[in-house]
Nanobody
């Protein structure tokens, strides 16, 4: 069973930075799977933040975070990271790491639908104060 564990959330002032990490376990080759980050608030549905292709060559971002957030992966360590800079109060949310499975329904790496991801972490809270 694939497990994803997020870390790195916390409280930060507007304009500050945080780095989220996601550790994957339970499969032999995490480098074969696209990975993504999503976020959710009590008022909204879970929304796409960023995605990275299996090999790490291609990355995609939501318009709201492009230029401020950077997704990366270290396949040797089975980790995916999200570097968040210039944080805004509207970035406050629970952030989830997600992974596609062997038989994905995604039309492309950039497919933002939550239904195309098979495995999810428990989430980590990010709070940005104004």
């Amino acid at each position: 069973q694939v497990q994803l564990v997020e870390s790195g959330g916390g409280l930060v002032q507007a304009g500050g930075s945080l780095r989220l990490s996601c550790a994957a376990s339970g499969r032999t080759s995490s480098s074969s799977y696209d990975m993504g980050w999503f976020r959710q608030t009590p008022e909204k549905e879970r929304e796409f933040v960023a995605a990275i292709s299996s090999g790490g060559a291609n990355t995609y971002y939501a318009k709201s975070v492009k230029g401020r957030f950077t997704i990366s992966r270290d396949n040797a360590k089975n980790t995916v990271n999200l570097q968040m800079n210039s944080l805004k109060p509207e970035d406050t949310a629970v952030y989830y790491c997600a992974s596609r499975g062997l038989f994905t329904t995604a039309l492309a790496v950039s497919d933002m639908r939550t239904s195309t991801y098979d495995y999810w972490g428990q989430g980590t809270q990010v709070t940005v104060s104004s």
